[in-house]
């Protein structure tokens, strides 16, 4: 018998919990928690009071809030969907009450935009002596995209040299300006100045500078721009022949325009100004002006493709391949009521977790995805709506 307790209730969390309650084999019992109670009583009553047993209000900036849910709940596993900024108060509330912890992004400070895992990687020996794992970044990127490099060093590659991570969204929500994904989290993300690795360093662009415009399958050409991305961070360091690693995100000249003028404004700022005699945050004030990334999803057209071209040695021979997925935003939504962006995270958040419950990727510490065998990720993602394809590619789309 398997418990397992859902932190968070927005998209991304609402398609975990569906794929959970369809499989009560792994997941016997669903939990959810949330600060705002009303949107896991929503979803209690969509999924079936038989699946989700049941819901708690929650402010997880707070592990002893966390920890309370726990002791009430006594889950074998905690699903954090909550916010970045809440990991590591949520980490130091199952280390206290001795829970297994997942999550699908890595810890930032509220009051800054650094993306980084040194925070989480620093509690290794605190889950490995409480014989408890963490695994970090169950999602498609992070997530899937680290699994797809891990498949390509077992199967295709005696060294890995160049890889790059492609995310394109080719759909349309009919929206001015919207983010496929929590707003805050998102401007925070892109307007960041980019960073990849290359020949034992990192690089940094200015925000967005640097362009490609890539053919993406069954979407067509899409100017893509090289970001940073945490996922990076983990593969270059657990793939050490790596010479460069890159990641690049497609966004449409209306978005970046829209963006800019947002930027120049001041809207996405996160430090505090005073309106009406309080203080407002200009992003989260924003954020709350913005279409919440979930009400995106009914009449969402058009598709994704996210990848990574790897490029190495097989045989004293150079290759490169493309593993790649592409995600239907309609299909989504007829089968969980969700757009494309959140199903792609919400699907592999509850193949990590079923992995975990199985055992079959559970061992004392905190780990990235690709430090796990990456075979049975693999087939559980064509089981479960999100099928890869590999293509063997002549030569790689990016100039070395």
Same mark, same amino acid.
């Given at each position: 018998?398997s418990?397992?307790?859902?932190?968070?209730?927005?998209?991304?969390?609402?398609?975990?919990?569906?794929?959970?309650?369809?499989?009560?084999?792994?997941? @016997?019992?669903?939990?959810?928690?949330?600060?705002?109670?009303?949107?896991?009583?929503?979803?209690?009553?969509?999924?079936?009071?038989d699946?989700?047993?049941?819901v708690?209000?929650? @402010?997880?900036?707070? %592990?002893?809030?966390?920890?309370?849910?726990i002791?009430?709940?006594?889950?074998?596993?905690?699903?954090?969907?909550?916010?970045?900024?809440?990991?590591?108060?949520i980490?130091?509330?199952?280390?206290?009450?001795?829970?297994?912890?997942?999550?699908?992004a890595?810890?930032?400070p509220k009051?800054?935009?650094?993306?980084?895992?040194?925070?989480?990687?620093?509690?290794?020996?605190?889950?490995?002596?409480?014989?408890?794992?963490?695994?970090?970044?169950?999602?498609?990127?992070?997530?899937?995209?680290?699994?797809?490099?891990?498949?390509?060093?077992?199967?295709?590659?005696?060294?890995?040299?160049?890889?790059d991570?492609?995310?394109?969204n080719?759909?349309?929500?009919?929206?001015?300006?919207?983010?496929?994904?929590?707003?805050?989290i998102?401007?925070?993300?892109?307007?960041?100045r980019?960073?990849?690795?290359?020949?034992g360093?990192?690089?940094?662009?200015?925000?967005?500078?640097?362009?490609?415009?890539?053919?993406?399958?069954?979407?067509g050409?899409?100017?893509?721009?090289?970001?940073?991305?945490?996922?990076?961070e983990?593969?270059?360091?657990?793939?050490?022949?790596?010479?460069?690693?890159?990641f690049?995100?497609?966004?449409?000249? %209306?978005?970046l325009?829209?963006?800019?003028?947002?930027?120049?404004i001041g809207?996405?700022?996160?430090?505090?100004?005073?309106?009406?005699?309080?203080q407002?945050?200009p992003l989260?004030?924003?954020?709350?002006?913005?279409?919440?990334p979930?009400?995106?999803?009914?009449?969402?057209?058009?598709?994704?493709?996210?990848?990574?071209?790897?490029?190495?040695?097989?045989d004293?021979?150079?290759?490169?391949?493309?593993?790649?997925?592409?995600?239907?935003? %309609?299909?989504?939504?007829?089968?969980?009521?969700?757009?494309?962006?959140?199903?792609?995270?919400g699907?592999?958040?509850?193949?990590?977790?079923?992995?975990?419950?199985?055992?079959?990727?559970?061992?004392?510490?905190?780990?990235?995805m690709?430090?796990?065998?990456?075979?049975?990720?693999?087939?559980?993602?064509?089981?479960?709506?999100?099928?890869?394809?590999?293509?063997e590619?002549?030569?790689?789309?990016?100039?070395?």
């Amino acid at each position: 018998m398997s418990r397992v307790l859902i932190i968070g209730a927005g998209g991304v969390a609402a398609v975990t919990i569906k794929k959970c309650a369809r499989l009560p084999e792994l997941f @016997d019992e669903i939990y959810l928690a949330s600060r705002t109670v009303s949107k896991c009583e929503a979803l209690q009553q969509e999924v079936g009071i038989d699946r989700v047993k049941g819901v708690f209000a929650v @402010d997880a900036d707070h %592990a002893s809030e966390v920890v309370k849910v726990i002791n009430q709940v006594k889950p074998d596993l905690v699903i954090n969907l909550a916010l970045p900024y809440q990991d590591l108060a949520i980490m130091d509330a199952c280390l206290e009450t001795g829970v297994h912890y997942l999550d699908t992004a890595n810890y930032e400070p509220k009051d800054v935009a650094k993306f980084e895992y040194s925070w989480q990687w620093a509690y290794q020996e605190k889950f490995e002596k409480a014989g408890l794992t963490a695994l970090l970044g169950s999602g498609f990127d992070p997530g899937v995209t680290n699994v797809y490099t891990a498949y390509a060093a077992k199967h295709y590659f005696d060294e890995i040299h160049y890889l790059d991570i492609v995310d394109c969204n080719g759909g349309d929500h009919g929206q001015a300006f919207a983010t496929n994904f929590n707003p805050e989290i998102n401007i925070r993300e892109i307007t960041q100045r980019g960073r990849f690795f290359e020949d034992g360093e990192w690089k940094e662009t200015d925000p967005l500078s640097v362009r490609e415009d890539l053919d993406y399958q069954n979407i067509g050409v899409r100017a893509s721009y090289l970001m940073f991305h945490e996922e990076l961070e983990s593969i270059v360091k657990h793939f050490p022949t790596l010479k460069r690693a890159r990641f690049w995100m497609t966004f449409g000249d %209306a978005y970046l325009t829209h963006l800019k003028v947002l930027e120049g404004i001041g809207m996405t700022s996160i430090e505090p100004i005073d309106f009406q005699g309080q203080q407002i945050v200009p992003l989260e004030f924003l954020k709350a002006v913005l279409p919440n990334p979930g009400s995106l999803a009914d009449g969402y057209t058009g598709m994704t493709c996210i990848g990574t071209y790897i490029t190495g040695m097989k045989d004293g021979k150079e290759k490169t391949i493309f593993i790649y997925n592409n995600c239907d935003h %309609a299909a989504c939504f007829a089968e969980v009521g969700a757009q494309a962006v959140s199903y792609t995270t919400g699907v592999p958040a509850m193949i990590g977790a079923s992995l975990m419950l199985s055992g079959k990727w559970k061992k004392p510490g905190v780990w990235n995805m690709e430090q796990f065998d990456p075979d049975p990720f693999m087939d559980m993602l064509n089981q479960h709506g999100l099928p890869w394809h590999v293509i063997e590619c002549d030569e790689s789309p990016f100039s070395k």
